[in-house]
C-alpha cells in the first residue's frame, strides 16, 4: 500500500503531530509519499524536520512554471476531467475564504502532483485538515488520480465550514479522520446522517521516545504553556490570570514555550503588568527542548478560546504533569478535573488564576496523584502506534467508505444546527 500525505506546509514547528503520524505508518510497513505546497526554505530547529524535508515532494519549488505546464499538459491529456474539475474551481470559488484566483493555483497544485502521483504508483491520498490540502486531494480525485481521506482537527475548520466548503469536502472523501469526539460531532453537522459512517476517530498520539525515560514526579513553582503565540492560545488572558496570582504573593515562573505574530503584544502586556520577573518566552525550540521545559514544571497551563485536542497537553501528562486548561473543543475528553487536572471555563481570568493557585499550592503528595493519573490516562489513550494501525485499517478499507454517488458542489446543502 502507498499512500501519500499531502500538506500546505511540511514539516512545521507546530505540527509535529504529522511527522509522528506518517514514521509510526513507516513502522507498520506503508510507504508513505510526502507532499507539501511549502515548507523547503523554512528554518529547522529539530533535527528530525531537517530529515523530513529531504524526505518531502514540494510544489511550489520550482514556481509557477512547472505548475503551467502540468496544468496545460493535464487540459490536453484529458480535457473532459480538466473541465470537470474546472467547473468544481468555479463553484467552490465563488463563495470561499480565499479569492477565486488562489483556487486556480489549487488546480495546477493538483495537475502537479497528480504527475508525481502516478510516477509513485499511489494508491490514495490523505490531508490534514479541511483546508486548502483537502481542496487540492479533492481536484486531484475529480482529474482522474486516487481517492482522498482528511483528518480535520479544529478549530480553523469549524470557525468558517461553509467558507471552506467543509461539507463538500467530508461527502466527496472516502473517510474522515476526526481528533476526538467533540470534532466528530462537529463534522456531522455539515453532512447528512448518512454519511455519518465513515467520519472515524482517531487520537493523535505520542511515540514511547518522547516518555519512556524515567522522569521525576512534578514539583516546584513553574508552570508552563507551550503553544504558538496568536490570539486562539489566550495567552493575554493567561497573562491576566498570572497578575492576580502575583498580587497575592504566592511565588511562581510561566514559561511560554513558543513565538508567533502576537509576541511583540504579550511582551508589552507583560511589561505593562510589571510580571517580567516571572515569565519567561523561549521563542521556537525543538521537540526535545519542549520535553526538557515540560519536565522543568510543575503543570502545563493551557488558556486557550479555540482548540482540537493540543497534543502538548498529551505530551504533558505522558510525561507526568497535570495540566490546567479551559474546557474546551476535546480537552475535557482527556483533561479530567479533580483527577489529573484542573478545567475551567474559557474567558474568565479569575477562574483560571483560582485553579493556578489551588495547582502551586497543593501538597505534593496530591500534585504527583494528578500527574500519575494524567500520564495512566494519556497512554491509554493517545498511542501513536495504536493510532497509525487504525488509519492502516481505514487506508486498506477506503473504498468501502466511499459515497455511492458523488453530489455535485450546486447541489450541496450544508446541514446547519438549529439556532
Given at each position: 500500500m502507498k499512500i501519500a500525505y499531502l500538506m500546505n506546509h511540511y514539516p512545521k514547528v507546530s505540527h509535529t503531530f504529522i511527522r509522528r503520524e506518517i514514521l509510526a505508518l513507516e513502522k507498520q510497513g506503508v510507504d508513505v509519499l510526502r507532499l507539501s505546497v511549502r515548507g523547503w526554505d523554512d528554518d529547522a530547529p529539530d533535527p528530525q524536520d531537517q530529515a523530513e524535508k529531504s524526505r518531502t515532494h514540494y510544489l511550489l519549488r520550482g514556481g509557477m512554471g512547472p505548475l503551467l505546464s502540468a496544468m496545460l499538459s493535464q487540459a490536453v491529456a484529458s480535457p473532459g476531467r480538466f473541465l470537470s474539475a474546472l467547473k468544481v474551481v468555479m463553484q467552490i470559488g465563488r463563495r470561499a475564504d480565499r479569492?477565486?484566483?488562489?483556487?486556480?493555483?489549487?488546480?495546477?497544485?493538483?495537475?502537479?502532483?497528480?504527475?508525481?502521483?502516478r510516477e509513485q504508483g499511489i494508491d490514495h491520498v490523505h490531508a490534514h485538515f479541511?483546508?486548502?490540502?483537502?481542496?487540492?486531494?479533492?481536484?486531484?480525485?475529480?482529474?482522474?488520480?486516487?481517492?482522498?481521506?482528511?483528518?480535520?482537527?479544529?478549530?480553523?475548520?469549524?470557525d468558517k465550514p461553509e467558507l471552506l466548503h467543509l461539507g463538500e469536502k467530508i461527502r466527496r472523501a472516502r473517510f474522515v479522520v476526526a481528533i476526538s469526539s467533540f470534532c466528530r460531532s462537529q463534522v456531522y453537522r455539515?453532512?447528512?446522517?448518512?454519511?455519518?459512517?465513515?467520519v472515524k476517530v482517531v487520537h493523535c498520539g505520542v511515540e514511547p521516545g518522547f516518555y519512556a525515560l524515567k522522569t521525576e514526579p512534578p514539583r516546584g513553582n513553574r508552570l508552563v504553556a507551550v503553544g504558538r503565540l496568536c490570539e486562539q492560545k489566550g495567552h493575554l488572558m493567561l497573562l491576566e490570570a498570572a497578575a492576580i496570582v502575583a498580587a497575592k504573593g504566592i511565588d511562581f515562573e510561566l514559561v511560554l514555550a513558543g513565538d508567533g505574530e502576537l509576541r511583540a503584544h504579550v511582551e508589552a502586556r507583560i511589561a505593562a503588568l510589571q510580571l517580567g520577573g516571572r515569565v519567561r518566552i523561549t521563542g521556537w525550540i525543538t521537540s526535545d527542548q519542549v520535553r526538557e521545559e515540560i519536565l522543568a514544571s510543575r503543570a502545563m497551563v493551557v488558556s486557550s478560546f479555540a482548540e482540537g485536542l493540543p497534543v502538548v497537553v498529551m505530551e504533558s501528562m505522558a510525561l507526568g504533569r497535570p495540566v490546567v486548561s479551559t474546557a474546551i473543543a476535546g480537552i475535557p475528553e482527556l483533561v479530567v478535573d479533580g483527577d489529573n487536572g484542573w478545567l475551567v471555563p474559557a474567558g474568565d481570568p479569575e477562574v483560571l488564576a483560582r485553579a493556578m493557585v489551588d495547582c502551586l499550592t497543593c501538597d505534593d503528595a496530591e500534585l504527583q496523584r494528578r500527574g500519575?493519573?494524567?500520564?495512566?490516562?494519556?497512554?491509554?489513550?493517545?498511542d501513536i502506534d495504536v493510532a497509525a494501525s487504525r488509519l492502516v485499517t481505514f487506508f486498506q478499507n477506503r473504498a468501502s467508505y466511499a459515497p455511492s454517488a458523488q453530489p455535485s458542489v450546486e447541489s450541496a446543502r450544508p446541514v446547519k444546527a438549529a439556532h
Open positions: 479569492p477565486l484566483p488562489l483556487h486556480f493555483i489549487y488546480l495546477a497544485e493538483a495537475c502537479l502532483a497528480l504527475r508525481t502521483l479541511g483546508t486548502n490540502a483537502t481542496e487540492v486531494a479533492l481536484l486531484i480525485e475529480v482529474l482522474g488520480g486516487p481517492g482522498y481521506s482528511f483528518t480535520c482537527h479544529g478549530s480553523e475548520e469549524f455539515w453532512v447528512d446522517h448518512a454519511q455519518w459512517p465513515k500519575a493519573a494524567a500520564r495512566e490516562r494519556v497512554l491509554a489513550r493517545h
